[in-house]
C-alpha cells in the first residue's frame, strides 16, 4: 500500500508537474498583462470584435481571480508544499558531519599537494575538517546551503498564502466620480478627487486608453497627491488602491419656463437615470447618450463609437408613471411639454473607480524577501566538499563544480 501512495506523492512533486503548471500560471499573467483588468465589459466587446465575448465567458478580464487561474495555484502549491517535505529529509541528513559525498571523478583533482598545504588552505578558507586514518582530511563548508532551494520555495508558499488573504480579507467598492467631484475616506483619513477623465481613441474609434487624474489630500495634514491613473495602473493612497475600471455617461439637463423662458434648474442626469418634475408630475427618463450616433437594426439607437462626433440623447417622457412620447434630439435641442422646455445642452463622462483594500501587503512582502534570500543561499551559498588524500585534493559539488574546483586550483596556485 505504501509504494503506490509514495509513486504517487512524487509524481504530485515531480519537476515535470511543476514546469507544466508554472507553464500555465505565467500564461495566465501575460494574458493579464496584454488585457487590461477590471474594464467595462462594453470596454471588451469593443476593443476585441473577435475576443470579445470569449475574454468575458473566461473571465479573462478578471485573470489573476478566474476560478482557473486559483486552481492552477492551488496545484502549484500542493506540488512546492510536497517537494519541500520530501526534500527536507535529505537536507537533514546532509547536515550531518558523517554525510559527505562519493569523490569518483578526477576531473576536478589536483597532485602534489602536501598534507601542510591543504591544513592550511582549508584553514584559511574556513572549512570545517575531519580528519580520518592515512592522513585523509575531508573538509566541508556551507552544508546548510542545501536549504535554499526549501527557502525559495516557502517564500513561493508564503506568496500563495498572502494571495489567499487578498481573496478572503480584501475588500472592493465602486466610486463613480464626474471630473470635479470628490469622495471622502473616512476611516484612511484622506479625500480624493477626480480631476480630470478622458479618453483615448485608436484609428478604428475604439477606446485605447481610459485615464484619470486623481488627488488625494491628507484630511488631518492637508497635503496633497496627485496622479495619473489608468487601466492596469492603479493609484495608491493609505492602503487603499484605486483601479480604472469602467466609464458612463452623464446628461446635463436644463428645465425651463416656456413662457417666460426662466431657468428653474439644471443638473446632470446619468444615462439610465432620471429627473422628476414635480409641479407637471413629469419624469424626464434619459434612455441613453449615444457619442457617436447611427440608427441600429431594429431602427434602434446605437453608438458607432465613443468619440463625440455625432452625440444625441434618447429621451422619454412620462406622466404620472404613463409614457408621453420618445425623443431622439441633439445637444441643445428642445423638448416642451406643458408649458415646460427640457434640453440637454452636453454630455460628460465619469470614471468607475474600484476601490480594493488589501491587508496582504506585508505577507506578500516577506514572501519575496524569503524567495530573494533561498535564491541567495543557493547560488552562492551552495556546499561545498574537500578530499585530501595520498597528496591529492578532490572538489565536489552539486552547482558551480567547474568555478568551485578553479577557485581552490587558484588558492593553491598562490600559495607560493
Not at 487578498?166 to 472592493?172: A, F, I, R, V
Request: include cysteine; charged fraction near 15%; charge should be neutral.
Amino acid at each position: 500500500m505504501r509504494r503506490p501512495f509514495s509513486k504517487v506523492l512524487h509524481v504530485v512533486a515531480s519537476l515535470k508537474v511543476a514546469i507544466v503548471l508554472f507553464i500555465l500560471i505565467a500564461l495566465y499573467i501575460v494574458i493579464g498583462t496584454l488585457i487590461p483588468q477590471h474594464g467595462a465589459p462594453q470596454m471588451y466587446l469593443d476593443r476585441y470584435p473577435t475576443l470579445g465575448k470569449l475574454i468575458l465567458t473566461l473571465d479573462l478580464d478578471t485573470s489573476y481571480s478566474s476560478t482557473i487561474f486559483i486552481i492552477l495555484v492551488i496545484l502549484f502549491a500542493i506540488n512546492l508544499t510536497t517537494c519541500t517535505l520530501l526534500s527536507i529529509k535529505g537536507q537533514m541528513r546532509q547536515q550531518r558531519s558523517s554525510f559527505f559525498p562519493v569523490h569518483l571523478s578526477s576531473e576536478y583533482a589536483l597532485t602534489d599537494i602536501t598534507s601542510e598545504e591543504a591544513h592550511a588552505y582549508l584553514s584559511k578558507k574556513r572549512y570545517k575538517v575531519v580528519e580520518e586514518e592515512q592522513g585523509t582530511l575531508k573538509a566541508s563548508k556551507f552544508r546548510w546551503g542545501v536549504f535554499g532551494s526549501t527557502l525559495t520555495h516557502i517564500g513561493l508558499l508564503v506568496l500563495f498564502l498572502g494571495g489567499t488573504i487578498t481573496q478572503c480579507l480584501s475588500t472592493e467598492t465602486m466610486v463613480n466620480l464626474m471630473p470635479g467631484q470628490s469622495r471622502m475616506f473616512q476611516e484612511q483619513g484622506f479625500v480624493l478627487r477626480v480631476d480630470d477623465f478622458h479618453m483615448t481613441f485608436e484609428d478604428d474609434g475604439s477606446v485605447k486608453q481610459y485615464i484619470s487624474d486623481v488627488t488625494a489630500t491628507d484630511i488631518a495634514t492637508g497635503e496633497t497627491r496627485s496622479d495619473q491613473m489608468w487601466v492596469n495602473k492603479p493609484f495608491r493612497y493609505k492602503n487603499l488602491g484605486f483601479y480604472q475600471a469602467s466609464f458612463g455617461w452623464t446628461g446635463h439637463l436644463h428645465v425651463a419656463d416656456q413662457e417666460s423662458k426662466e431657468l428653474l434648474t439644471h443638473g446632470d442626469v446619468r444615462a439610465g437615470g432620471t429627473y422628476f418634475h414635480e409641479d407637471t408630475h413629469t419624469t424626464v427618463y434619459l434612455y441613453g447618450y449615444y457619442p457617436e450616433f447611427a440608427i441600429g437594426h431594429g431602427q434602434q439607437p446605437i453608438s458607432l463609437s465613443n468619440r463625440e462626433i455625432n452625440p444625441h440623447f434618447a429621451v422619454v417622457l412620462y406622466e404620472f408613471n404613463n409614457p408621453v412620447d420618445t425623443y431622439i434630439v441633439e445637444p441643445g435641442d428642445e423638448i416642451t411639454h406643458n408649458g415646460i422646455v427640457y434640453s440637454f445642452t452636453h454630455a460628460t463622462a465619469y470614471t468607475g473607480l474600484l476601490v480594493r483594500s488589501d491587508p496582504s501587503f506585508p505577507v506578500i512582502l516577506a514572501s519575496f524577501i524569503i524567495i530573494l534570500l533561498g535564491m541567495f543561499v543557493s547560488f552562492y551559498c551552495y556546499p561545498r566538499f574537500i578530499l585530501y588524500s595520498e597528496g591529492k585534493i578532490i572538489t565536489s559539488s552539486r552547482r558551480n563544480e567547474w568555478v568551485f574546483f578553479h577557485s581552490v586550483k587558484k588558492g593553491f596556485s598562490d600559495r607560493s
